[in-house]
């Protein structure tokens, strides 16, 4: 007689919160949109089964999405994040993710996670100030400001896009029908196209596209004077969450693979370990060999494998 002991395969859901602890910052961001859109259609349903004939949209717009009115706003602070990661159509929220994996894929081949989420996350808080402005400053809305409120998280996907096209603008990609196209192109099409659909009835929304669009410009230039203002805001934000959840009692960090940083962490990486190797040397030439410690011994013996 012959058995065989089968270990019980993971569920889907083991799988899918694996791949969220494991994967990196695009992953996890296209996991919360989709995660809370399913969230709030599956409490939709709920409410409309429950007899509720209008369901849930007017309450989780008024409390999720962000009001154009100030006043609303400052009842609602909560808003100007939660807006950004809610979509209630199945069409806005496929292209926008769609959107966030294509160029956030490029973004992460030249900068950190750190500076994506950053990105993600300023460009939502720009877009939302530039539409909560606009609503509040120009006449044309000076009736619609009161019952207006704007959900979706195209202003912070513009913001990875504009970053991607402003870094690259001379980079191609290969649209359908059209052929190669260069990204500073793109960028500019995409502009001139929520410029001239402000007008429309979604005026808000290409308002806080622009908004979004124009953070991604501010972060390329920052990165050009080498100044990091999506990183820092990660790590802002980070130091806060810490507050609320504790200190942990051992923080083990593991040493990145080469093969896993992308060009501008390699860069970093190698001039640090160049510049070691250079010190070194220098000591040798000063001192000799035997003025080296154990471990700088270690690290000239490696560099020469």
């Known amino acids: 007689m012959y058995s065989q002991y089968k270990q ?17 910052a695009l992953t996890r961001l296209i996991y919360i949109n989709i995660g809370i859109f399913l969230l709030v259609k599956i409490i ?54 769609l959107w966030l994996y294509w160029f956030g894929s490029f973004f992460l081949n030249h900068f950190t996670q750190k500076e994506l989420t950053g990105v993600y996350l300023l460009g939502g808080l720009c877009g939302a100030f530039t539409y909560v402005l606009a609503y509040n400053v120009l006449p044309a809305f000076e009736l619609s400001r009161y019952y207006s409120w704007a959900i979706g998280a195209s202003a912070s996907v513009m913001a990875v896009v504009f970053a991607v096209c402003l870094y690259l603008p001379q980079q191609r990609i290969y649209i359908f029908l059209i052929g190669p196209v260069k990204l500073i192109y793109l960028a500019l099409f995409t502009a001139a196209i929520d410029i001239l659909s402000i007008p429309s009835s979604n005026a808000g929304g290409h308002i806080a596209h622009l ?39 051992m923080h083990v960090r593991h040493k990145k693979n080469v093969t896993e940083m992308n060009d501008r962490e390699y860069n970093a990486y190698k001039k640090q370990k160049d510049d070691r190797i250079n010190k070194i040397l220098d000591k040798i030439s000063r001192s000799g060999y035997e003025s080296l410690t154990k471990e700088e011994k270690e690290i000239l013996f490696r560099s020469g494998k």
């Open 44 to 97: 939709n349903v709920l409410v409309i089964l429950s007899g509720q004939k209008a369901g849930v949209g007017n309450f989780l717009l008024e409390n999720l999405g962000i009001p154009a009115y100030f006043d609303s706003l400052l009842t609602h602070p909560w808003t100007v994040f939660t807006y950004m990661f809610t979509q209630f159509d199945f069409f806005h929220l496929l292209f926008n993710m």
């Open 211 to 249: 908004g979004g669009a124009f953070f991604g410009y501010l972060f390329v230039l920052s990165v050009k004077h080498n100044r990091n203002i999506a990183g820092a805001t990660t790590t802002f934000f980070e130091k806060i969450g810490k507050l609320f959840i504790g200190r942990k009692k």
């Open 8 to 24: 019980p395969s993971a569920t889907i859901g083991d799988r899918l919160k694996n791949s969220f602890i494991k994967g990196n």
